[in-house]
Nanobody, 123 residues
């Protein structure tokens, strides 16, 4: 079993940047595919980005492609989400998740979740 803790959220102006970090404990992140999801008030949780278990493949939602970058540090056992050119519509609670098997863009395929970190982008 793995425990996930997100950090790095906050308030930023449109066009700014934030870097979210997800610290894993209990098991190494190389045992899982790792994903980031977000949920805005009144909306369903949506896929943002994911990295395969091998680390060789990454996937992004169209809405964040070319602005967000997912990366992992196996030595630190962390997965980061670098968010650039932020927009007000990126405002949401961001969740880190770990998956043993399944479709990387499907939140129902993920087994473990962090508590979330709030990102607010002002216009």
């Amino acid at each position: 079993q793995v425990q996930l803790v997100e950090s790095g959220g906050g308030l930023v102006q449109a066009g700014g940047s934030l870097r979210l970090s997800c610290a894993a404990s209990g098991r190494t992140i190389t045992s899982y595919a790792m994903g980031w999801f977000r949920q805005a008030p009144g909306k369903e949780r949506e896929f943002v980005a994911a990295k395969s278990r091998s680390g060789s493949s990454t996937y992004y939602a169209d809405s964040v492609k070319d602005r967000f970058t997912i990366s992992r540090d196996t030595a630190k056992n962390t997965v980061d989400l670098q968010m650039n050119s932020l927009k007000p519509e990126d405002t949401a609670t961001y969740y880190c998740a770990a998956q043993a098997y399944g479709r990387l863009w499907n939140d129902e395929s993920y087994d473990y979740w962090g508590q979330g970190t709030q990102v607010t982008v002002s216009s």
